[in-house]
Structures are given as structure tokens and as C-alpha cells.
């Protein structure tokens, strides 16, 4: 079983869509939360960066973290096309990151 | 403030060969991470720098080896060069326990 896991899309909607990723993770040591944007042939760019359970925002994104489930989300209100990436979730002190999920936001 | 710089952007190699590829941390971080990502895959740990020395290895054979110097900037070399090893490899660097910042990566092709 991989430590964490996403499903890998492609996820397509359309602009002004509400939008939510997934993850779970298995590793119970794991503190520390991620989420990262990788466009295409570019390295991936911390988006957001949480440690508790509950919600963290940031402008039109949120993050959320169960750690009784052991479930982690990235929710994109109002999307725009410019958010059409890859969205990586990641979790440890070496990064332990899942598939990454491709999202595409349709004009 | 320049971030995590990589070099070369892309690289072609054969079977075989040994490549170097280079790393600048951003500017204040001491620790260095690198990773290779597969087309379609989540970017996977090989190893990580602290002081001149590797600190923490993920799970890749001893073909990859690196190097930090004294100003941080990293190494990263592979040798006899697998088809499989074509990927983008990624360079992160941090200051202590902070969150990691990635380079752009240098795309390796080997043929």
C-alpha cells in the first residue's frame, strides 16, 4: 500500500466550478500536510501548508485535514482556466507525495 | 530573491553513461532534496543533504549518489545510465524544519 494516495484524474471542470481533491494517507507519523501545483513541465509550488486537523484558507483555497480518517482535501472555489495543473498532495520530512491529480478548468 | 535554480534544463543520454545534474538552493535554505518524477507520477524521494553529508536516502540504488558544498549547491550523479532513470529530476531545497521550495528540474531523456 503507498503511504499516500490520490486519485489521478484527469478531473475536468467548468470555470467558476467549486473543486475538490482527495488524498489519504496510511502513514500515522505524519504531521505535516502539503499541497503542491506543478504546471505542466515545471517543478511543483507549495500552494498550501497545513499541520492540525481542521480548515486552512487562503484566498480561494482551503485545505483540510481528518487525521481520525487519515484524509486530506484541497477545495478551489470560483476556478479559473489558469488553475488547470497538476495538484499534489504530500505529507513527511522527505516528502512522500501521491500520484498527483490533473485538473483542467474548461472557459 | 532567486529561488531553487537547476541546470541543465534538459539533458539527452545513452545507455550507459553517467550524468551530474546541478542545484542552487534559495538563497538562506542549508538542506537539499532531490527527487525524480516519472511522466504521469508524484515526484519520489532519492536523498537528502545536511552539512555536507547524506542524511536521508529513499529507495534508489547506489547508481545515485550526490555531493553538497560548502555554499549548499547540490549534485546529483547517476551512473550506467538505465532507459528507465528518463525523468524530470527535481531539486528542493529548506531552511531547518520549514516547507520545501522545488527548482523547475532538469528533464533527463536517456536513449
Known amino acids: 500500500q503507498k503511504e499516500v494516495e490520490q486519485d489521478p484524474g484527469p478531473l475536468s471542470v467548468p470555470e467558476g466550478a467549486i473543486v475538490s481533491l482527495n488524498c489519504t494517507y496510511s502513514?500515522?507519523?505524519?504531521?505535516?500536510f502539503m499541497w503542491y501545483r506543478q504546471y505542466s513541465r515545471k517543478g511543483p509550488e507549495l500552494l498550501m501548508y497545513?499541520?492540525?486537523?481542521g480548515n486552512k484558507e487562503d484566498g480561494r483555497f482551503t485545505a483540510q485535514v481528518d487525521k481520525s480518517s487519515k484524509y486530506i482535501s484541497l477545495f478551489i472555489r470560483d476556478s479559473q482556466p489558469s488553475d488547470s495543473a497538476t495538484y499534489l498532495c504530500?505529507?513527511?520530512?522527505?516528502?512522500?507525495f501521491g500520484e498527483g491529480t490533473q485538473l483542467t478548468v474548461n472557459p | 530573491d532567486a529561488g531553487v535554480t537547476q541546470s541543465p534544463t534538459h539533458l539527452i543520454k545513452t545507455r550507459g553513461q553517467q550524468v551530474t545534474l546541478r542545484c542552487s538552493p534559495k538563497?538562506?535554505?542549508?538542506?537539499v532534496s532531490w527527487y525524480q518524477q516519472a511522466l504521469g507520477q508524484g515526484p519520489q524521494f532519492i536523498f537528502q543533504?545536511?552539512?555536507?553529508?547524506?542524511?536521508q536516502r529513499g529507495n534508489f540504488p547506489d547508481r545515485f549518489s550526490g555531493h553538497q558544498f560548502p555554499n549548499y549547491s547540490s549534485e546529483l550523479n547517476v551512473n550506467a545510465l538505465l532507459l528507465g532513470d528518463s525523468a524530470l529530476y527535481l531539486c528542493?531545497?529548506?531552511?531547518?524544519?520549514?516547507?520545501?521550495?522545488f527548482g523547475p528540474g532538469t528533464r533527463l531523456t536517456v536513449l
Open positions: 504530500a505529507s513527511g520530512s522527505r516528502l512522500t
Open positions: 502513514n500515522s507519523a505524519f504531521q505535516y
Open positions: 497545513t499541520y492540525s486537523s
Open positions: 538563497s538562506g535554505h542549508d538542506t
Open positions: 543533504y545536511y552539512e555536507e553529508e547524506e542524511r
Open positions: 528542493a531545497s529548506r531552511r531547518g524544519g520549514d516547507t520545501q521550495y
